[in-house]
Each structure stands twice: as structure tokens, then as C-alpha cells.
């Protein structure tokens, strides 16, 4: 009964962030939104709405850190700068179109980017380290 009731909480939890980045997302269209509160909504929204995460869910628990932590205090940090009336606005804008998610495939092809320079950059090492072993390679 305990397990239940936590994971109800668990949901309610996810549902409102996921409410809190679509305001987000109208809030940075709003010309009333400073600038800088634009450009810490953009990665905030870009990175919760892109397909692609900077670290895959599959990697146990380091996967979902993104997930339950950095995406949640991204969220607070671009509420915090958003005057309130455009917060309003646009919350209300976002519960109304909540069925509708964008997806933002720019910045789910520039973390993808970012894995494949990372993995290229290690394999470069690891063959650096081989040939400077093994001067045949």
C-alpha cells in the first residue's frame, strides 16, 4: 500500500514538471521574458524536450540523474527569472496545449555530437597509447 502510494506521488510529481517545462517553453516566446532568463529557458526546455539525453537512461542510476535532478533544478533556476505575470501566461497556455510536446531534434543532434566527438576522442587516446606501446601499429 506504501509502494502505491509513493509512486502516485512519484507521478503527480513528473506530471507537474512536465506542465512546468511547457510553460517554460511559451515563456521563452514571451517578449516580456528578460534575456537571460530566455537563454537558461532555451537549454532547460531544449534539453528536457530533446530525444536524445547527455547521459542514456540505460547507464544504471547515472541515467536518470538528468532526469531527477539536473532537468528539476534547470526548471527552478528558469522560473526563478521569469517575471510572474509571463510565468502565468504562460502556464496557462501550456495546461491548455499540455497534449502537444515538441520535439527539439537541434539540440537532441548536438548531444548526440557531443557522445560521438567523446567517444572519438577516446578511441584516439586509447590508439595513441597502443602506437606509442607498439610502434608496428
Not at 18 to 35: I, S
Not at 84 to 92: A, G, I, K, M
Not at 99 to 109: C, D, E, M, Q
Request: aromatic share 10%.
Amino acid at each position: 500500500m506504501k509502494g502505491t502510494m509513493e509512486m502516485k506521488a512519484l507521478q503527480r510529481w513528473a506530471r507537474k514538471m512536465k506542465r512546468e517545462v511547457f510553460a517554460l517553453y511559451f515563456a521563452c516566446q514571451d517578449p516580456r521574458t528578460p534575456f537571460w532568463a530566455k537563454a537558461v529557458t532555451v537549454v532547460v526546455v531544449a534539453y528536457a524536450f530533446s530525444p536524445v539525453d547527455l547521459i542514456p537512461d540505460f547507464i544504471p542510476l547515472l541515467g536518470y540523474l538528468d532526469d531527477l535532478i539536473l532537468i528539476p533544478l534547470g526548471i527552478a533556476l528558469a522560473i526563478r527569472m521569469i517575471p510572474e505575470p509571463v510565468l502565468e501566461d504562460s502556464r496557462r497556455k501550456a495546461y491548455s496545449q499540455l497534449a502537444k510536446k515538441p520535439r527539439n531534434w537541434i539540440a537532441g543532434v548536438l548531444i548526440l555530437l557531443v557522445w560521438i566527438l567523446g567517444i572519438l576522442a577516446l578511441l584516439y587516446i586509447v590508439y595513441q597509447q597502443l602506437a606509442h606501446e607498439h610502434p608496428t601499429l
